[in-house]
């Protein structure tokens, strides 16, 4: 067998990134349609949801993103890296001896109660930097945030030393099902705003996420904050055309002539029935592909054919099994695991956000488009990479 019939990943999540910036361009047209001003925080915290930073971040500021929102201080610096002079926002805690590099990247840091304040305080009036923050007002998550009638906590924080307040912001616990209580958690939010403002403090304000930004037109203010809607699967149902933009392939790089009655994987859960091909994946749950996707059917992808092949056996750690028998599959041939994350996430009883963050740095990300977006929307784009996925698995990359 030639060694060009092995192809050069073990796995790999394709991304669309004509769908992506098609996403980024649909979402800050729906915002601006109610405040002309408003802006895309694009939600990029672990790995870009699963997709990849990387890829993720440069693409979306070519297109005219100009503001990003990460859960780490690492996360921050690297979209620091990757994106240049867009703002970026850490929405999660930074231990505040660490938030001295952020401080000299120019990145902004949540302070999410007085005493978290102080703290980020005495760090920066000793190292005489300042730091850019914007606070957070718990929605009804008890989660981290101000209480929102905590005026003196607030307005203590907003005058210490060292910070530079810019923004004001909050995230519902159930605009995807409740738009009651989220319209009076937003009531309370600007309300709050309102006293800031009132008060010498005018704040840049966001509280929309996908949900939100997708069915509560007031609820935009200066800015909508996207994560999930960007990647193409909206929480909610919406008229907004959002395309998926990861799929997950791997490539069959072992196929074995086995006999009936052969136990195939761990434990020997499935049986041969008649003679069969079973190929080997180098991709499994390590990889981010749940162990419980044993049995699932995935798709081959064969000289331009495609077959309906099941999963056998246990998912094991690094690779996986499926029955090719009577298809004509060839190592090399490509398998795509699925296609977007929802059907996936059904399956498993969970949600498409822990099957596309789960994914591991392990698996490559590629991007398989150059399409621009289009139908009106203006957006400012330059292709990536011109591959394809069955390209990138026959080394046509």
Same mark, same amino acid.
């Given at each position: 067998?030639?060694?060009?019939?092995?192809?050069?990943?073990?796995?790999?999540?394709?991304?669309?990134?004509?769908?992506?910036?098609?996403?980024?361009?649909?979402?800050?047209?729906?915002?601006?349609?109610?405040?002309?001003? *408003?802006?895309?925080?694009?939600? /990029?915290?672990?790995? &870009? !949801? +699963?997709?990849?930073?990387?890829? =993720?971040?440069? $693409?979306?500021?070519?297109?005219?993103?100009?503001?990003?929102?990460?859960?780490?201080?690492?996360?921050?610096?690297?979209?620091?890296?990757?994106?240049?002079?867009?703002?970026?926002?850490?929405?999660?805690?930074?231990?505040?001896?660490?938030?001295?590099?952020?401080?000299? *990247?120019?990145?902004?840091?949540? /302070?999410?109660?007085? &005493? !978290? +304040?102080?703290?980020?305080?005495? =760090?920066?009036? $000793?190292?005489?930097?300042?730091?850019?923050?914007?606070?957070?007002?718990?929605?009804?998550?008890?989660?981290?945030?101000?209480?929102?009638?905590?005026?003196?906590?607030?307005?203590?924080?907003?005058?210490?030393?060292?910070?530079?307040?810019?923004?004001?912001?909050?995230?519902?616990?159930?605009?995807?099902?409740?738009?009651?209580?989220?319209?009076?958690?937003?009531?309370?939010?600007?309300?709050?705003?309102?006293?800031?403002?009132?008060?010498?403090?005018?704040?840049?304000?966001?509280?929309?996420?996908?949900?939100?930004?997708?069915?509560?037109?007031?609820?935009?203010?200066?800015?909508?904050?996207?994560?999930?809607?960007?990647?193409?699967?909206?929480?909610?149902?919406?008229?907004?055309?959002?395309?998926?933009?990861?799929?997950?392939?791997?490539?069959?790089?072992?196929?074995?002539?086995?006999?009936?009655?052969?136990?195939?994987?761990?434990?020997?859960?499935?049986?041969?029935?008649?003679?069969?091909?079973?190929?080997?994946?180098?991709?499994?749950?390590?990889?981010?592909?749940?162990?419980?996707?044993?049995?699932?059917?995935?798709?081959?992808?064969?000289?331009?054919?495609?077959?309906?092949?099941?999963?056998?056996?246990?998912?094991?750690?690094?690779?996986?099994?499926?029955?090719?028998?009577?298809?004509?599959?060839?190592?090399?041939?490509?398998?795509?695991?699925?296609?977007?994350?929802?059907?996936?996430?059904?399956?498993?009883?969970?949600?498409?956000?822990?099957?596309?963050?789960?994914?591991?740095?392990?698996?490559?990300?590629?991007?398989?488009?150059?399409?621009?977006?289009?139908?009106?929307?203006?957006?400012?784009?330059?292709?990536?990479?011109?591959?394809?996925?069955?390209?990138?698995?026959?080394?046509?990359?």
């Amino acid at each position: 067998m030639k060694q060009s019939c092995f192809p050069p990943y073990r796995g790999f999540a394709a991304l669309d990134i004509g769908a992506l910036v098609r996403n980024f361009c649909l979402l800050r047209e729906k915002a601006q349609t109610v405040n002309p001003n *408003a802006r895309v925080i694009a939600v /990029v915290k672990a790995n &870009a !949801y +699963g997709h990849g930073a990387a890829p =993720v971040l440069p $693409a979306l500021f070519r297109a005219g993103c100009d503001f990003f929102a990460v859960a780490t201080p690492d996360e921050a610096l690297e979209a620091r890296r990757l994106c240049g002079s867009a703002d970026i926002l850490v929405l999660g805690y930074t231990p505040p001896n660490r938030a001295i590099a952020l401080a000299e *990247a120019n990145i902004t840091q949540t /302070v999410f109660s007085a &005493a !978290y +304040g102080a703290a980020l305080s005495s =760090v920066m009036s $000793a190292a005489k930097l300042r730091l850019k923050i914007h606070l957070k007002i718990d929605g009804g998550m008890c989660r981290q945030g101000f209480a929102p009638s905590d005026d003196e906590g607030l307005l203590q924080t907003l005058r210490r030393r060292g910070l530079q307040a810019t923004g004001l912001y909050t995230h519902f616990p159930s605009a995807d099902s409740d738009p009651a209580a989220t319209k009076q958690a937003l009531d309370v939010f600007c309300a709050c705003r309102d006293r800031l403002k009132a008060a010498g403090f005018p704040l840049f304000a966001h509280a929309a996420a996908s949900a939100a930004a997708l069915t509560m037109g007031d609820s935009v203010l200066d800015a909508i904050r996207v994560g999930i809607a960007l990647y193409g699967i909206p929480p909610v149902t919406t008229d907004l055309p959002l395309s998926p933009v990861l799929s997950l392939h791997a490539p069959i790089v072992q196929i074995r002539e086995v006999g009936a009655n052969t136990p195939i994987g761990y434990g020997g859960d499935f049986v041969t029935q008649k003679d069969s091909r079973i190929g080997v994946l180098p991709i499994g749950y390590a990889d981010g592909f749940c162990r419980r996707l044993s049995g699932l059917f995935v798709t081959l992808s064969h000289k331009g054919d495609h077959f309906s092949v099941p999963l056998v056996g246990r998912v094991c750690m690094d690779q996986l099994m499926v029955d090719l028998t009577d298809t004509p599959a060839a190592v090399g041939d490509t398998v795509c695991l699925w296609r977007d994350a929802v059907s996936v996430a059904d399956r498993l009883s969970t949600i498409p956000y822990e099957v596309l963050s789960a994914l591991s740095p392990r698996i490559a990300r590629i991007a398989t488009t150059t399409t621009t977006a289009s139908g009106g929307m203006h957006c400012a784009f330059k292709a990536m990479v011109l591959t394809t996925s069955e390209d990138v698995l026959n080394n046509k990359h």
